[in-house]
Antibody
Framework: QVQLQESGPGLVKPSETLSLTCTVS????????WTWIRQPPGKGLEWIGY???????GYNPSLKSRITISVDTSKKQFSLKLSSVTAADTAVYYC??????????????WGQGTLVTVSS | DIQMTQSPSSLSASVGDRVTITCRAS??????LNWYQQKPGKAPKLLIY???SLQSAVPSRFSGSGSGTDFTLTVSSLQPEDFATYYC?????????FGQGTRVEIK
């Protein structure tokens, strides 16, 4: 059974960089897209971006200037860095597997989510 | 970006009811439409992918239909564990986008 686990600080100061890591267990990190999705408290879901196991990336244009997503296949981890954070970046951050099967894409495995609060 | 619009935003229903949630895309997405269920404090769970394919281990009372721009999620007989928020999501093109959610509450 594939499992994903987010880790990182739960509190970040305004203007600083949010850094999260997701560790994948129970399955291969290869041949999949690995994605970050966030959800502000009480609101809907926002796709942040993905990294392919090869290292190629795709980002949400609304966040692109502030995002870096990377992968370390040897550690079975992928990471998110979001710079210049504001209170609007306060959210539960999920790491997610974006499965590509038979020409279809879907988010089939999710981490439990980690709440990151931006506050001084 | 492709905008996804769900209706209704919320609904009240009783156990055993048939429930239908609609999702409309701002442009055609063929069948690249997925449905998720989210319970409070939990991560979303994949129910349906490719508009009508049931994810493994998801009960058969859930079904999806539609193509192009208009899609439907149906729960044939609502069970107590189905009270949750449901999201549609398009995987036709990045950025992946979600509907705003439909909250299904107990009547």
């Amino acid at each position: 059974q594939v499992q994903l686990q987010e880790s990182g600080p739960g509190l970040v100061k305004p203007s600083e960089t949010l850094s999260l890591t997701c560790t994948v267990s129970g399955g291969s990190i290869s041949t999949y897209y690995w994605t970050w999705i966030r959800q502000p408290p009480g609101k809907g879901l926002e796709w942040i971006g993905y990294v392919y196991y090869s290292g190629s990336t795709g980002y949400n244009p609304s966040l692109k200037s502030r995002i870096t997503i990377s992968v370390d296949t040897s550690k079975k981890q992928f990471s998110l860095k979001l710079s210049s954070v504001t209170a609007a970046d306060t959210a539960v951050y999920y790491c997610v597997r974006d499965n590509y099967s038979s020409n279809w894409y879907y988010f089939d495995y999710w981490g439990q989510g980690t709440l990151v609060t931006v506050s001084s | 970006d492709i905008q996804m619009t769900q209706s209704p935003s919320s609904l009240s229903a009783s156990v055993g009811d048939r429930v239908t949630i609609t999702c409309r895309a701002s442009q055609t997405i063929n069948n690249y439409l997925n449905w998720y269920q989210q319970k409070p404090g939990k991560a979303p769970k994949l129910l349906i992918y490719a508009a009508s394919s049931l994810q493994s281990a998801v009960p058969s009372r859930f079904s999806g239909s539609g193509s192009g721009t208009d899609f439907t999620l149906t729960v044939s007989s609502l069970q107590p564990e189905d009270f949750a928020t449901y999201y549609c999501q398009q995987s036709y093109t990045p950025p992946r986008t979600f509907g705003q959610g439909t909250r299904v509450e107990i009547k």
